[in-house]
């Protein structure tokens, strides 16, 4: 069930809503429901992805007791090793092996046939939450035994258990023993949730059209340099607004439900420099990476070689996570290529520190980047790329057909940057809420109009 299904905001979400405030003076019956909530929410994704997901959790509760069980002796680290090991191979086995066979039958010329199968609703998001809380426990900055149901929980909260926000075990766990539900949460989490469902359904999804025609074009059609760099510009906007549209989403209806879970996003796009940009983007999966890779591997406060290993670690194990295919593995790569220049490079460094062109340069080879991303093939990115820089496309102004999207572009940009501050000095005057609270009210309902007569356009993040 996907956040922008009717089903999901005109039943599933009315039903949860109502059932929480009616148990909003019991928590543990809130507790009890919410489970049950997220046993339905993700039903609508496979029964096997269900029962995956719920044994997932079984043995991580069965690992870390041995774990804590045997924590002054070496057998804790057996544990421990093997608790990692069992929540990746399912992620392993659903996502990868399909690349892995396509890539060994393209090198060696064989036809090994293909498992057919889907991936497990949210597997990426649940396996590293679940890697992140043996962590945890292991390094006992998690000192308590958590309970089975807590666990459950926390690795199927409906809310972010399919696209994240990667959230931390102890944060969940502290408030399901204490939260309380207010008018304000309530105001703040409606306002957060209609906002994500404005960015999703009436500008992302907009612009998705106009990305996926630009992409398909590139094969065969001459289509003009403009073009191109509008259909690049186009995605790098719809991904973010799908993305953190997603991500409002999520914590719009943690904030009703009484919860707080932490930001994914921070305005990336007004980023000074690349590693700016990855402070600011995916906070939670650049964090998980921070503190349960780079870190542990000695992070910065290692020799230059033993850094730049660290840090090509890092990044291509982020392009893999990503996706199982070439182009997020090069995308990973070049990221790491563009940060270790940013680190090491006394010339970049001081070229990046002029706002101006620092901000120019980021967007630029944020842009370039996000055509790796899209692009279904290596092959792909690599002719939209020669496109946009005039190899093989016409030297001519943008096609009549796609002046549409440019105010789409427009108004999309503008939301990418923090322009709500700039209204923030008015929030307490009446007449501000009034005009607030109208303009949530249309965007709300154009939006479940547009779901109606639309057809459906999943979450970007959804595939991964």
């Known amino acids: 069930m996907s956040f922008t299904a009717n089903l999901f905001i005109t039943v599933f979400l009315p039903v949860v809503f109502g059932f929480v405030f009616l148990f909003r003076k019991h928590i543990k019956r809130q507790n009890v429901f919410l489970l049950i909530s997220n046993i339905v929410f993700l039903l609508f994704g496979g029964v096997g992805g269900v029962l995956l997901l719920y044994l997932t959790c079984v043995v991580d509760y069965i690992v870390f007791k041995q774990i804590r069980k045997y924590e002054k002796a070496k057998l804790s680290n057996v544990f421990f090793v093997a608790g990692v090991v069992l929540n990746l191979i399912p992620l392993l086995l659903f996502k990868y092996t399909g690349f892995v066979i396509a890539s060994v039958n393209s090198l060696f010329n064989i036809g090994i046939v293909i498992p057919q199968w889907s991936i497990p609703v949210g597997i990426s998001f649940y396996t590293f939450q679940s890697v992140s809380l043996l962590a945890d426990i292991k390094t006992k900055k998690i000192s308590y035994q958590p309970k089975l149901f807590d666990v459950c929980f926390y690795l199927s909260f409906f809310t972010t258990t399919t696209s994240g926000p990667i959230v931390r075990f102890d944060s969940i766990h502290a408030q399901l023993n204490e939260r309380n539900i207010t008018s304000e ?65 999520a914590i719009g209806i943690a904030n009703v439900l009484g919860f707080n879970i932490p930001e994914n996003f921070n305005y990336p796009y007004i980023a000074k420099s690349i590693g700016e ?121 943008v096609e009549i057909s796609t002046i549409h999207i440019i105010p789409f572009i427009i108004i999309s940009a503008v939301c990418c940057f923090p322009v709500a501050k700039v209204f923030s000095k008015y929030n307490e005057k009446p007449a501000f809420e009034i005009i607030k609270t109208a303009l949530l009210c249309i965007i709300f309902i154009i939006s479940i109009f547009t779901i109606s007569i639309t057809s459906f356009t999943p979450f970007i993040y959804g595939a991964f």
Not at 203 to 215: G, R
Not at 217 to 224: E, F, R, Y
Not at 280 to 298: K, T, V
Not at 367 to 377: C, H, P
């Open 185 to 249: 949460g309530i105001n703040k989490g409606l306002t957060r949730f209609v906002t994500g469902l404005g960015k999703k359904v009436l500008l992302s999804n907009n612009l998705a059209l106009f990305v996926e025609d630009v992409f398909s074009s590139v094969a065969d059609q001459n289509l003009s340099v403009a073009t191109y760099w509008l259909g690049s510009i186009a995605f790098t906007l719809q991904l973010y607004l799908d993305f953190s549209g997603y991500s409002d989403m």
């Open 277 to 397: 940009f990855w402070r600011r983007w995916h906070i939670s999966l650049s964090q998980w990476f921070r503190d349960y890779i780079y870190i542990p591997l000695g992070g910065n406060r290692v020799s230059v070689p033993k850094h730049i290993a660290n840090l090509l670690v890092v990044w291509c194990l982020t392009g893999i996570w990503h996706g199982a295919n070439w182009t997020f593995i090069v995308w990973g790569l070049l990221y790491f290529v563009l940060l270790v220049f940013e680190k090491y490079c006394i010339k970049i460094t001081a070229f990046v520190n002029n706002h101006f062109i620092g901000h120019i340069y980021t967007l630029f080879f944020v842009n370039l980047l996000w055509v790796f991303f899209r692009a279904d093939s290596l092959s792909q990115a690599m002719m939209f790329i020669y496109r946009m820089f005039g190899f093989g496309s016409e030297a001519v102004p």
